[in-house]
Nanobody, 115 residues
Framework: QVQLVESGGGLVQAGGSLRLSCAAS????????MGWYRQAPGKQRELVAR???????AYADSVKGRFTISRDIAKNTVYLQMNSLKHEDTAVYYC?????????WGQGTQVTVSS
């Protein structure tokens, strides 16, 4: 099992910044990919950004140039730096880890951007 604990969400004005953190514990050796997803009210959960063990990253078009995902392997932590936040970024953000074709999820952290 993999346990994921997110932190760093909150309320911010449009144009502001937040940094989310996700600490992984448990059976983390074989984790291949870690990432962030988000789910806004009435919408499906969507990929925001992900990073592989090799450091390759991918982003949703809506956040390219504004969000940056990074990973501190020594701390078993993945980060999401979110800049130039927009009202439409408001959602619950979930940390995700993929290990042996299994998906593990954190409990989610709320990000609210006021316009």
């Amino acid at each position: 099992q993999v346990q994921l604990v997110e932190s760093g969400g909150g309320l911010v004005q449009a144009g502001g910044s937040l940094r989310l953190s996700c600490a992984a514990s448990g059976s983390i050796i074989s984790i291949k990919i870690m990432g962030w997803y988000r789910q806004a009210p009435g919408k499906q959960r969507e990929l925001v950004a992900r990073i592989t063990n090799g450091g390759n990253t991918a982003y949703a078009d809506s956040v390219k140039g504004r969000f940056t995902i990074s990973r501190d392997i020594a701390k078993n932590t993945v980060y999401l730096q979110m800049n130039s936040l927009k009202h439409e970024d408001t959602a619950v953000y979930y940390c995700n880890a993929v290990r042996s074709l299994l998906n593990f999820w954190g409990q989610g952290t709320q990000v609210t951007v006021s316009s």
